[in-house]
């Protein structure tokens, strides 16, 4: 069984940082694509930031956010800085995965973690 657990969400004021984990764990073969979309109220869930072997952001998050991996943990982080109010959302963690279990590629949500930007 796969699954991903994220971490680091909460409040913060405007302007200040956070740094959210997520982290696979089951029985993995290999791990292609991780990423972190987010989804604000009444909103439809959009990508923030993916890596592979590069990296790709949303055009809002651009020089602000900075999403990073360690592929020996098989942990993704995103950190974002400069955070404004309408960064508030559920965060949710996002990976392309072959379980030991398959030959095809699954692709994997985290339950997701809160991001309130206070202003």
């Known amino acids: 069984q796969v699954q991903l657990v994220e971490s680091g969400g909460g409040l913060v004021q405007a302007g200040g940082s956070l740094r959210l984990s997520c982290a696979a764990s089951?029985?993995?073969?290999?791990?292609?694509?991780m990423g972190w979309y987010r989804q604000a109220a009444g909103k439809q869930r959009e990508l923030v930031a993916a890596?592979?072997?590069?990296?790709n952001y949303a055009d809002s998050v651009k020089g602000r956010f900075t999403i990073s991996r360690d592929n020996a943990r098989n942990t993704v982080y995103l950190q974002m800085n400069s955070l404004k109010p309408e960064d508030t959302a559920v965060y949710f963690c996002?990976?392309?995965?072959?379980?030991?279990?398959?030959?095809?590629?699954?692709?994997?949500w985290g339950n997701g973690t809160l991001v309130t930007v206070s202003s």
């Open positions: 996002n990976a392309l995965i072959r379980p030991v279990s398959s030959f095809k590629f699954i692709n994997y």
């Open positions: 089951g029985n993995i073969f290999s791990i292609n694509v």
């Open positions: 890596i592979t072997s590069s990296t």
